[in-house]
């Protein structure tokens, strides 16, 4: 079992750029690794996975082309850099590590894998 971690988040203006980070206790190696967002009243959705196996990353539509995720060359690490930061990017953040098939990964849920407490991204003027 891993211990993720989130930071980067943080009061980002619109049209601003923000960089999280996800730390992990161990290797990531072997994960496939994930990137997820939630608001008070709705569901987690998937933003962005990446696996290291297939060399690939994927990503939800409202993610495409702003959102980037990446790993770091020790691989205990992941990021997800986003650009043109709007107001309804406002949530929380969660990094995901395993839980569950990477094809599969936008859809993982928090009832199984590793995943990171959380950190508020706030898009506002």
């Known amino acids: 079992q891993l211990a993720l971690a989130e930071s980067g988040g943080g009061l980002v203006q619109p049209g601003g750029s923000l960089t999280l980070s996800c730390g992990a206790s161990g290797s990531l190696d072997y994960y496939a690794v994930g990137w997820f967002r939630q608001v008070v009243g709705k569901e987690r959705e998937g933003v962005a996975c990446?696996?290291?196996?297939?060399?690939?990353?994927i990503y939800a539509d409202a993610a495409k082309g702003r959102f980037t995720i990446s790993r770091d060359g020790a691989n205990n690490n992941v990021y997800l850099q986003i650009h043109d930061l709007k107001p309804e990017d406002t949530a929380v953040y969660y990094c995901?590590?395993?839980?569950?098939?990477?094809?599969?990964?936008?859809?993982?849920?928090?009832?199984?894998?590793?995943w990171g407490p959380g950190t508020q991204v706030i898009v506002s003027s």
């Open positions: 990446h696996s290291r196996t297939e060399d690939r990353a």
């Open positions: 995901a590590a395993g839980a569950g098939r990477f094809k599969d990964c936008l859809s993982w849920r928090d009832d199984g894998g590793n």
